[in-house]
Each structure stands twice: as C-alpha cells, then as structure tokens.
C-alpha cells in the first residue's frame, strides 16, 4: 500500500467537485493537493503529463488485452504491415492510396496490430480531436475499402484524457466489446 506522508498537505474535501466527495482518503487528499500545487507551479499540462505517466503503461497493455491484439509498431517508411493488408477484395486494394488513406485514418500516434497468429488486426490512431470533416472521411474511406471503425476514449494512452483512440479493422472481423460502433 503507498505510504501516506504526514507532513504533506491534504486537499478539502468540500474544495472537490461534487462527484469526487465520496474519496476522501488520506493519499486521495495528498494527490490532488499535491497536482494543484504542480499545476500553480507549472500549468495544467505538466498535471496532465503526470496523469499520463502514471496510467499510460497501463492503458497501453489494457488495449492488447482486450482486443486480444499485439502492437507491431508503425514506422512511415517500412512498416510491418500496411492498412491495405485489411483489405480483403483484390479490386480495391489496386485502388488503394496508402499516403491518403493513412494520412487521413492515421493523423497521430499511428501502430498496427496484429493478432495471435501474426496476421493483421487492426489499425490504431489516437488523435487528439476529430473535426467533422475528418470523421465524415474516415467513415467514407471505411466504407469505400470494406473496413469498420471503432472510436473509444478510455484506452488512449499517449495523452489520456486529451487523445481519443480510433481503431480500423476488416469488417468481416467481430469488433470487441470495449468499443462503440459508429
């Protein structure tokens, strides 16, 4: 169990949003005394980059768990594998413009997937907002190339709270349940 210190100080219970009253335990108190003085110090980013540094690893490792999935890494030269390798029909992989279509569906922190038995899974970018316009053209080139997207919040890892996750997988392949289909 984490040591609590006494000398350090200890946030007012009655100075917590309404929903976060019901945790009023030492370290709880110490925590968010502690990120206030960081974020007078500092700014909010440097609250949020501890807030990423502490759940980051974690989220990271969640998302393979529950997806069953192994990250491959992404490198825009030579990656391990393309988001074309989703595309099943022969016709529309000749079609396909991998600059384009990545730009697009893959604008931050892009990696691939892959599942147990190497092949291809999915497609992962986790950007930190999507215009409408944006969306509308994922949906578009989803639709166009016989993919499924999955848009989920709380499994970004490289700036959680600040970055969605956006997950493009075979549309013939089940989506797992931690996702929301759009």
């Not at 006494?6 to 929903?19: I, Q, T």
């Not at 501890?50 to 192994?70: E, I, L, P």
Request: net charge negative; hydrophobic share 35%; glycine share 6%.
């Amino acid at each position: 169990m984490p040591q609590v210190y006494d000398e350090l100080p200890k946030a007012d219970p009655a100075s917590l949003p309404g929903r976060m009253r019901h945790n009023t335990s030492d370290l709880f108190l110490q925590t968010v005394a502690m990120l206030r003085a960081l974020a007078e110090e500092q700014g909010e980013g440097a609250v949020e980059m501890a807030f990423a540094a502490v759940v980051a690893d974690n989220r990271h490792a969640d998302y393979g768990k529950a997806t069953q999935a192994y990250e491959r890494g992404y490198d825009d030269d030579h990656p391990f594998w393309t988001m074309k390798d989703l595309i099943t029909d022969p016709f529309k992989r000749e079609e396909f413009n991998a600059r384009r279509v990545q730009r697009e569906l893959m604008p931050d922190h892009g990696s691939y997937w892959t599942t147990e038995d190497d092949q291809p899974g999915a497609c992962v970018s986790q950007p930190y907002g999507l215009s409408w316009e944006s969306l509308c053209t994922m949906v578009d080139l989803c639709r166009e190339f016989g993919l499924q997207m999955m848009i989920e919040e709380s499994y970004s890892w490289p700036a959680p709270g600040k970055s969605l996750l956006v997950e493009v997988r075979r549309k013939r392949e089940p989506a797992p349940r931690i996702f929301r289909m759009l």
